[in-house]
């Protein structure tokens, strides 16, 4: 399983790469092949300040949809547009050319709760 070391991740199996003031954020390689091929990725946040924890979009695969959860509080300020016609770069490159948004950070975001790769990898087993 690829699992970057420059990368933060969640129990929710997502990545976080912060840079300043804005964090990218996808599904972990490990999600995506859990969700086999994923055929629709819906981010209904664009604009919209959410608190860490909550649903900020879904990724439809072809037998379930699995909610996003922000890692960290902020303004969801980018969707990742080549999504709408290759859903299946978040399988392809989920590190890459399948991440899903990017975040303003709230000045109070807290990335306590964020795992490294290496904490991450130990919740995997």
């Known amino acids: 399983m690829n699992t970057p070391a420059e990368l933060k991740y969640t129990k929710d199996h ?40 909550e649903v900020f979009g879904s990724v439809e695969a072809v037998k379930t949809v699995s909610d996003l959860y922000l890692p960290v509080s902020g303004t969801v300020v980018e969707f990742n547009e080549k999504l709408e016609e290759q859903p299946e770069l978040v399988n392809s490159d989920p590190y890459g050319e399948g991440w899903i948004i990017k975040v303003r950070l709230a000045e109070d975001a807290d990335q306590s709760g964020l795992l490294s790769a290496e904490d991450y990898q130990a919740l995997l087993g």
Do not use: M, P, Y
Request: aromatic share 8%.
């Open 14 to 53: 997502e990545w976080v790469k912060i840079e300043g003031d804005t964090a990218t954020i996808g599904i972990t390689d490990f999600a995506q092949s859990e969700l086999g091929d994923i055929v629709f990725v819906d981010v209904d946040s664009l604009e919209e300040e959410l608190s860490e924890g």
